[in-house]
């Protein structure tokens, strides 16, 4: 299976945006990459997905290099409410179990 | 809108002694995951199923089972205890994937203290 790397921390302001890297350099053409996200005493939840090009939803972008093997999730306006383990995963597609493997833990400090 | 219920949320058990956790996932999500959390550790996947089929097998231990029924809810069955099975155990369904890319819907967990 392809392995992503990210930092074990980042920290942010409020307010400020936040890029969460994930290099994947192994990453094969049929690979998404998935973003999740833990918040603290609750079960994962999906953040973003995409394949090659990027993509926007309402919680955050997902910036994914052209030769993908590095993309960036992007929060646009960090609250404290993101204060979370984001975790970048690669899969052949949802329908299969998701390999977490050592996320981001993010602070966001007021 | 409806979310993936587990029960029970906490249990406690006496090593060798046995346990059963139930998922209900979603309405109409056909597929559903087992994930383990040992305390400061990451989601590791255990198994899955689909349409009442394993779909995927994970680091499952011999020591346990599971399996999903006519109405899709699912139990996760483990016998002999140990201490090291201590964690939380997520259980995520997902709609029915062709072709497309569905994501997975996490319950709150059930937290597994064995003594």
């Known amino acids: 299976d392809a392995k992503t790397t990210q930092p074990n921390s980042m920290e942010s302001n409020e307010e400020e945006p936040v890029h969460l890297p994930c290099n994947h350099s192994?990453?094969?053409?049929?690979?998404?990459i998935h973003w999740y996200r833990q918040l603290p005493s609750q079960g994962p939840e999906y953040v973003i997905h995409?394949?090659?090009s990027n993509v926007n939803n309402r919680m955050a972008s997902l910036a994914i290099a052209e030769d993908r093997k590095s993309s960036t999730l992007i929060l646009h306006r960090a609250t404290l409410r993101d204060a979370a383990v984001y975790y970048c995963?690669?899969?052949?597609?949802?329908?299969?179990?998701?390999?977490f493997g050592k996320g981001t833990s993010l602070l966001v400090t007021p | 809108a409806a979310g993936v219920i587990q029960s029970p949320r906490h249990l406690i058990k006496e090593k060798r002694e046995t346990a059963t956790l139930k998922c209900y996932p979603i309405p109409r999500h056909d597929t559903v995951y087992w994930y383990q959390q040992g305390p400061g550790q990451d989601p590791q996947f255990l198994i899955s199923f689909y349409e009442k089929m394993q779909s995927d097998k994970g680091s499952i231990p011999d020591r346990f089972s599971a399996q999903q029924f006519s109405d899709y809810h699912s139990e996760l069955n483990m016998s002999s205890l140990e201490l090291g099975d201590s964690a939380l155990y997520f259980c995520?369904?997902?709609?029915?994937?062709?072709?497309?890319?569905?994501?997975?819907?996490f319950g709150p967990g059930t937290r597994l203290t064995v003594l």
């Open positions: 995409g394949l090659t």
């Open positions: 995963i690669l899969s052949v597609n949802s329908g299969y179990a998701l390999n």
């Open positions: 995520a369904s997902s709609l029915p994937t062709s072709g497309g890319v569905n994501e997975q819907f």
């Open positions: 192994t990453i094969s053409g049929t690979d998404y």
